[in-house]
């Protein structure tokens, strides 16, 4: 059974930091591409950054870069998105996604809210 689990949201005000992680289990992590998607109320789900399986490539949102970094650890099996200097509009849901050839996983997501 595959799982993804996202931990590390909550309230932080803006200018402020948060590290996301998502523990995965019952795949091979390695062998996943894996990704933070993110979706505000009222708003569809979107690409916030992507890391390769090998972790060598990473992509971000234009609205994000140079303010967030994921990164993987394979040997814990887990992915992180750290986001500093955060701003109203990065209050979202935020969602872990695996993704290989054939497969894909979803997380059950976490909460961050920027607000002073």
């Known amino acids: 059974q595959v799982q993804l689990v996202e931990s590390g949201g909550g309230l932080v005000q803006p200018g402020g930091s948060l590290r996301l992680s998502c523990a995965a289990s019952?795949?091979?992590?390695?062998?996943?591409?894996m990704r933070w998607y993110r979706q505000a109320p009222g708003k569809e789900r979107e690409l916030v950054a992507g890391?390769?399986?090998?972790?060598?490539?990473?992509n971000y949102v234009d609205t994000v870069k140079g303010r967030f970094t994921i990164s993987r650890d394979n040997a814990k099996n887990t992915v992180y998105l750290q986001m500093n200097s955060l701003k109203p509009e990065d209050t979202a849901v935020y969602y872990c996604?695996?993704?290989?050839?054939?497969?894909?996983?979803w997380g059950q997501g976490t909460q961050v809210t920027v607000s002073s």
């Open positions: 996604h695996a993704l290989s050839l054939v497969r894909n996983y």
């Open positions: 019952g795949l091979r992590f390695s062998t996943y591409g």
């Open positions: 890391i390769s399986s090998d972790g060598a490539l990473t």
